[in-house]
């Protein structure tokens, strides 16, 4: 299973960005390629057992996505795990900083299918996939830091 691990820093206290991270309302305004990520139930929209449809873009292809939160502490850690779909797991990590900020350790792992399929499909996918969680980061970032 290729793997994407990225570290970034954030001026703002682990609390507001793990609230702002945990809001799946904000996830396409700051997670690349998200153009869609409905909660599936709307009595839970958060937590342990919450689940998603996501729909990712990259390039001129669109991956459906059913993702269920696998692991869940309060300003600590969300791991997403896809249960149907396109293969993925991503986590993000909640630290304490020096002065205040927080630290952001994020992976994502990912599956593709065998075959043409996913041979065409990795032509895609693998060139962009760091560049993505970077731009990822780099938007949550911007977006946290802007909102405050």
Known sequence: ????????????????????????????????????????DPSQTSGLGATYDAVMKIGPKSLSSTVQVTEWVENERIVLTSIAGFDVSTGWRFADGDDGQTVLDVNFDYTLPGGLAGRALAAI????????????????????????
């Open 125 to 148: 996918i693998e060139p962009v996939v760091g560049q993505a969680v970077r731009q990822t980061e780099s938007a949550l970032r911007a977006n946290v830091e802007g909102a405050a």
């Open 1 to 40: 299973m290729p793997s994407v691990r990225h570290q970034a820093r954030s001026s703002r206290p682990r609390a507001e960005v793990f609230a702002y991270v945990d809001d799946h309302t904000n996830v396409p305004d700051w997670m690349f390629g998200i153009t869609s990520f409905v909660a599936r």
